[in-house]
């Protein structure tokens, strides 16, 4: 009879309860936590010395550690950028333009398509977000939470910006409050509060930058929740393109965009005029902006809001495909006699 068959039919049904997850060696026994290895000692001496014809060690076994879960954000191509939809589907980056940044405490942000987003912070506006979307991009072959690392000029030059003193200073004032601010935001039941990016550290001889990503900031990438842009086009609106730029971001998260109505392209692109014939001659002259990239191949201007047509990504001329093929349902048809 083994040791564990001895150990087992001196403590009938407390075996069981003590030594069912033991590990058992020539010299002993090592079991789950310390506390157990305290009570076995204790507990029945006697039965194991019987049972080894020894006195055993009595340790506690090594836990292996658990393997981090790797999240990478590589689903994009040269030439894209990538947001999630939580992102581009909400006021987080308004064109602000000249107006002046606000300050907000857990706001409610202006969203749509079942997304919620609450900022804490000094308000982003689309400058920012061209950083920012960089950022993303330059983190996409790497695991989230691995520094990134890039000098200001080569970012600057990426942002199509000039590098001298004053353009750095203002990269470093992005970053920082991109840092600062907070947001609280939930699509498809799933949510991450947090910064969009972590701290980091930065060279100042080398003018070299270290930024980290948060893991968790992953679970709003999660599928049918992130869309492509198209950074040339989005390049060629310029730095005044400020509410074409927020639409093109807006409407890239859309596969086949309905009749949008101008009060909610404006509050989703942060217009704060107070006429609404303003809004909506600012609205129609982005629409105009956005078709002489190439972004849309036509708008239809209603009174009630404005409908574009547009060209789709491959994986949205995918999804279109899909949702046109799906077999329609045969119906009975009723007899007549």
């Known amino acids: 009879m083994g040791v564990q068959e001895k150990l087992a039919a001196l403590l009938g049904g407390k075996y069981e309860t003590w030594f069912r997850n033991a590990a058992f060696t020539e010299a002993g026994v090592a079991v789950e936590t310390s506390f157990q290895a305290d009570n076995v000692r204790q507990r029945f001496d006697f039965e194991l010395r019987e049972a080894f014809g020894f006195e055993p060690e009595i340790t506690v076994q090594k836990k292996k550690p658990k393997t981090a879960e790797i999240v990478q954000l590589d689903f994009w191509e040269d030439g894209k950028r990538a947001s999630a ?12 333009g000249r107006q002046k940044r606000q300050f907000m405490k857990e706001v409610m942000l202006d969203s749509v398509g079942g997304v919620t987003v609450y900022f804490t ?105 992130w869309s492509k842009i198209d950074v040339v086009q989005r390049r060629a609106l310029g730095g005044k393109g400020a509410v074409a730029k927020a639409l093109h971001a807006y409407y890239s998260s859309h596969t086949c965009p309905q009749l949008h109505a101008f009060e909610t392209l404006g509050k ?70």
Do not use: C
Not at 85 to 96: I, T
Not at 309 to 320: A, P
């Open 268 to 337: 989703i692109t942060g217009l704060r005029e107070k006429q609404k014939r303003d809004v909506r001659a600012r609205l129609i002259k982005a629409h105009d902006e956005l078709k002489n990239i190439g972004f849309l191949t036509d708008f239809e201007v209603t009174d009630s809001g404005i409908k574009i047509k547009k060209i789709n990504t491959s994986s949205q001329q995918k999804h279109l495909v899909k949702a046109f093929s799906k077999p329609e349902r045969k119906r009975t048809q009723k007899g007549t006699g």
């Open 85 to 96: 939809n939580a992102v581009l589907r909400s006021a987080l980056f308004p064109a602000l």
């Open 121 to 225: 912070g000094e308000q982003f506006d689309q400058s920012d977000f061209d950083v920012y979307l960089e950022i993303l991009n330059l983190a996409r072959p790497f695991p989230l939470g691995t520094p990134v690392k890039f000098s200001s000029h080569s970012l600057l030059k990426k942002l199509g910006k000039s590098t001298g003193g004053k353009d750095h200073k203002w990269l470093h004032s992005v970053l920082i409050r991109l840092r600062g601010g907070t947001i609280d935001a939930t699509d498809h039941k799933k949510r991450y509060f947090g910064g969009l990016i972590e701290g980091g550290i930065k060279d100042e001889l080398m003018e070299m930058y270290e930024i980290a990503i948060n893991p968790k900031f992953a679970v709003l990438f999660g599928f049918g929740m």
